[in-house]
């Protein structure tokens, strides 16, 4: 199925309320990791950049997902490749 | 924790959540003028804009302000303009770089700053079941105080190249290309103001992701200062945005221009 050229796609309500969620998932780790010195604390302090690195590259996931499902496949296509060059910038700084 | 680092954090986030610049164009010379290395700065400037990004996305989300289609367009010329400029990033010297954005940041804080009134206005017959993007294409609405106003991004040629010219700038000189992809957004591409922040402020997350990849492959991460840049960033980011929708645009774009030139001022004297 394809969603006519102009159809209003709406805001997403669970993308907002996950980046809610994920703001304050991102805080605790962070105040955790700032201010607890224990290995509890290390470990929030891998946690929370791993978890800021992945919020933004999954919401372009589930975008490219959503504008699939809705017919809208030239930006899925073009969401599917900006994770794909962030993938070989990846690949290109492990070398 | 370094409370200094903390309250940097917080001001500098707060900054970039408004004008949809990132913090780190602040962050990063502060850092370093408070006694951070400039090589753990870099990293530290990343997490802020990762964590502001990640803090004002709800609100932005809700005010309908950010059009994906054309931020996941536009940043796939940053972010690929990004990893060529990072790969060629020993071919320029710092100094220069620093020049080239103080001269862009210079000119996008003037050319903001003298336009007037507002160019996207409210249009009679939309009402709150219109906002949102346009499927297929860069067009969509945006509530306006009572008003709903319709907008759609033009010459998208020039701004493709200018989004380009950011995220190179940006992989050379190692600082977040907010205050080129916003001016190039709404003086450009004649995105209202507000949209063009919201979507920058969402696509810097994604362009200090890639970023924070290659730092953190390159062992560059000081984990403990950067939990406490994201803590402070996360406030930051949700102050800036929630001040950001209960401005109007020219106060928007006023703020903006004054923090261009700012920061053009920051990068002359660092260079």
């Known amino acids: 199925m394809s969603a006519p050229q102009g159809q209003i796609d709406p805001p997403l309500r669970g993308v907002e309320r996950a980046m809610r969620l994920a703001a304050i998932v991102a805080f605790g780790l962070a105040a955790v990791g700032a201010l607890i010195p224990n290995s509890v604390g290390r470990a929030s302090e891998v946690a929370v950049v791993a ?45 | 924790m370094n409370w200094a680092d903390f309250a940097l954090a917080v001001v500098t986030s707060a900054v970039g959540a408004v004008g949809g610049l990132g913090g780190a164009v602040l962050l990063v010379p502060l850092l370093v003028l408070t006694g951070t290395p400039a090589q753990s700065a870099a990293p530290l400037g990343l997490v802020s804009v990762a964590a502001g990004s990640t803090a004002a996305g709800a609100r932005q989300l809700q005010g309908g302000l950010v059009n994906h289609r054309l931020g996941i367009t536009t940043e796939l010329f940053a972010t690929t303009g990004a990893i060529v400029g990072a790969l060629a990033s020993g071919l320029a010297s710092d100094r220069f770089l ?36 346009h499927v297929g294409s860069f067009s969509g ?28 700038i940006a992989g ?19 995105v ?13 997350g994604i362009t200090s992701a890639a970023g924070l990849i290659v730092f953190a492959f390159q062992g560059r991460l000081d984990l403990r200062a950067c939990a406490t840049v994201c803590a402070g960033a996360i406030i930051g980011g949700n102050a800036g945005a929630s001040l950001q929708s209960r401005l109007s645009p ?14 053009a001022v920051v990068l002359a004297v660092r260079a």
């Open chain 1, 51 to 95: 978890f800021i690195v992945a919020v933004p590259l999954l919401r372009v996931l589930v975008l490219g997902i959503h504008w699939l499902r809705l017919g809208d496949r030239r930006f899925a296509g073009v969401a599917l490749g900006l994770l794909l060059i962030v993938a070989a910038g990846s690949i290109i700084a492990a070398q």
């Open chain 2, 98 to 133: 620093k020049l080239v954005l103080a001269a862009v940041a210079l000119a996008a804080g003037i050319l903001g700053g003298r336009r007037k009134g507002i160019r996207n206005l409210p249009q009679a017959g939309l009402s709150a079941n219109d906002v949102g993007e």
């Open chain 2, 172 to 190: 050379l000189a190692g600082a977040s290309g907010g205050f080129v992809k916003t001016p190039a957004s709404s003086e450009v591409m004649h």
């Open chain 2, 192 to 204: 209202p103001v507000r949209v063009a922040a919201a979507t920058t402020t969402f696509t810097i």
């Open chain 2, 250 to 263: 020219p106060q928007v774009r006023r703020f903006l221009s004054v923090a261009l030139v700012v920061i």
């Open chain 2, 141 to 168: 609405v945006y509530q306006l105080d009572d008003g709903f106003v319709p907008y759609q991004a033009n010459r998208f040629g020039v701004g493709a190249a200018l989004f380009t010219l950011s995220g190179l």
